[in-house]
């Protein structure tokens, strides 16, 4: 009798206790869904504390740290300006610089976008002393913006554009500079996977800090080279600067960024863009000293030691190797930086006159 009492309350209960507990859990589900059709409508209206990720150990900086600094992007706080945004200089709570660059909005939205993410996916995945480094980004209704370290002295060519800094430039620095340049290309190249092109190697995107360290920065048309896809591209980047064959075959390799090295190694050493590329690269060695050396040398640095002089000597060498106009000719980056970096002889490059000897370049 005892048993059947209990199994009654038993049954009991669980009539009971089971529609109260499909009755609660529907009452969590009812008042979760209310709750995330309203967040977007909050959202809304609070977008000034929309978040910026960032990559360092400052935590999150927020998107009022950024527009407050730079008083909603004044005018006042430019520091440059592209084709794809323009530069600010900001300084966030607690006192650090930071250079914001503010996308130009365009009607190709969908091109904007890429662009925009293209260049984030590719500075996440990299990290290197001659490279801008990226703090933080921001997709946003009214702004999109990236936050980079703060560079000093701004770009290679507007430094050589004014005297006194052109002077202050000595050859050791120039020589330098060259080297991390060619450092940071060989990084992207050959130590990232996949390999990373710049496409853009250029004088207005080498940044020089206060000791005229460079940086390599603005990727917002790199390429990552993945072997699943194609590589084909339209043409981009700075004129004068791309390589010949981007005209014809709108195919991106790593000899584009070889070929833009050298446009930069020759305008280091003359101190201006080389405007006759062409003329220049088809002479042959010998030439390339004498017209670079005697004529179209930089005479606003101190002048060089001998020393200095075959460091030079060395940099025009390979500048005219990575000028060749065919791609198959050119030396890869890896080769470029160990023969600046081990300070070879000039004559481990092939010159125009073997230039249907690519092992030569390879092998030297």
Request: glycine share 4%; net charge negative.
């Amino acid at each position: 009798m005892m048993e059947h009492h209990k199994a009654r309350f038993h049954s009991l209960v669980l009539a009971i206790s089971i529609p109260v507990c499909i009755a609660i859990m529907f009452s969590i589900f009812s008042v979760s869904v209310i709750l995330k059709r309203k967040r977007p409508q909050k959202a809304t209206v609070t977008d000034i504390r929309d978040v910026l990720s960032v990559w360092n150990f400052d935590g999150k900086l927020a998107f009022e740290d950024i527009t407050r600094a730079t008083e909603n992007f004044s005018d006042r706080y430019i520091i440059g300006s592209g084709g794809y945004g323009t530069v600010y200089k900001a300084q966030l709570q607690g006192g650090r610089l930071v250079a914001v660059k503010k996308i130009h909005p365009t009607e190709d939205d969908i091109s904007d976008e890429k662009r925009f993410l293209g260049e984030i996916e590719v500075l996440t995945k990299i990290r290197h002393r001659s490279i801008v480094k990226l703090y933080g980004f921001c997709s946003h209704p009214r702004y999109k913006f990236l936050v980079y370290d703060y560079i000093e002295r701004g770009n290679l060519r507007s430094v050589l554009q004014n005297e006194e800094l052109a002077k202050e430039l000595d050859w050791k620095k120039r020589v330098s500079i060259a080297r991390d340049v060619a450092q940071a290309i060989y990084y992207l190249h050959h130590e990232c996977n996949p390999p990373i092109i710049h496409r853009d190697v250029t004088s207005n995107n080498i940044l020089l800090d206060a000791d005229f360290k460079s940086y390599v920065s603005d990727f917002g048309i790199a390429r990552m080279l993945k072997p699943d896809s194609s590589n084909w591209s339209e043409l981009a980047g700075t004129y004068g600067c791309i390589a010949p064959e981007l005209s014809y075959t709108s195919v991106v390799t790593a000899k584009c960024d070889v070929y833009s090295f050298g446009v930069v190694v020759l305008e280091i050493v003359m101190g201006m863009y080389p405007s006759e590329i062409q003329s220049l690269a088809s002479s042959s060695r010998e030439q390339h000293q004498e017209l670079v050396m005697e004529d179209m040398l930089d005479k606003r640095p101190s002048s060089p030691t001998t020393v200095e002089e075959k460091e030079i000597a060395l940099l025009v060498e390979v500048a005219f190797a990575c000028l060749q106009t065919s791609p198959q000719f050119r030396p890869e980056m890896e080769d470029v930086y160990q023969k600046l970096a081990l300070h070879k002889p000039p004559s481990s490059f092939a010159s125009p006159s073997h230039a249907h000897r690519p092992e030569e370049i390879i092998e030297a």
